[in-house]
């Protein structure tokens, strides 16, 4: 069964340092997002991105953060210069249509800032 | 904003109890529901959803009916097991008339099952 897949499982890194996560999403799908849940709190939106482009970004996606497609197959988050409060788990999903259409997720990646 | 509101966990259940989670939501427009599960150590997956009023989703035994009248999309399930224990996450998208796919979530609810 396709799925969406994430690495690494957990990282560790120390505060100021860039960070990029990866993520391959589901072969055919066009759209695909980033999600975030801090310790104890919802799971939050990031960002959407189809056609190479950002399609959508919350409050928290700030000049910090960039997406890329660099390849045709992966998906990365990075995070320039990180915070502590930044140490959450990032979740990467992708879809295969617009609109109320399922997301399928990967298993996360735990990021704590030190 | 958009909102979703689930029921605080833990919630610790004996094998074949009734399960209810508890969901409402606050949305503008006509949004789909949605229940994500997640089993340890692995990413969130699609329980079930329903798109519409009135809409009814079902899977693996849970159920959960779209209430637009109470703004609720409980879980349920008539005899839950001890594989149910997850973390359940209550969701919506497309609350502004359907013009963006991103999910919102509830903060989720733990499901302990004992035997």
């Known amino acids: 069964e396709p799925e969406v897949t994430q690495t690494p499982s957990h990282q560790v890194t120390q505060m100021g340092q860039e960070v990029i996560l990866r993520c391959v999403p589901i072969s055919n799908h066009l759209y695909f997002y980033w999600y975030r849940q801090i310790l104890g709190q919802k799971v939050e939106f990031l960002v959407s991105f189809y056609n190479n482009e950002i399609s959508e970004k919350s409050e928290i996606f700030d000049d910090q953060f960039s997406v890329e497609r660099p390849d045709g197959s992966n998906f990365t988050l990075k995070i320039r210069s990180t915070k502590l409060e930044d140490s959450a788990m990032y979740f990467c999903a992708s879809s295969a249509l617009m609109g109320n259409t399922e997301a399928f997720f990967g298993q996360g990646t735990r990021l704590t800032v030190v | 904003g958009d909102s979703v509101t689930q029921m605080e966990g833990p919630v610790t259940l004996s094998e074949e109890a009734f399960l209810t989670i508890n969901c409402t939501y606050t949305a503008t427009g006509y949004p789909s529901l949605f229940w994500y599960v997640q089993y340890p150590g692995e990413g969130l997956q699609l329980l079930l959803k329903?798109?519409?009023?009135?809409d009814k989703g079902s899977n693996k035994g849970f159920e959960a009916t779209y209430r637009k009248e109470t703004t609720s999309f409980h879980l349920e399930k008539g005899s839950v097991q001890v594989s149910d224990s997850a973390v359940y996450f209550c969701?919506?998208?497309?609350?502004?008339?359907?013009?963006?796919?991103?999910?919102?979530f509830g903060t989720g609810t733990l499901l302990a099952v004992q035997p």
């Open positions: 969701a919506l998208s497309g609350g502004y008339g359907g013009a963006t796919n991103k999910l919102i």
């Open positions: 329903a798109t519409k009023a009135d």
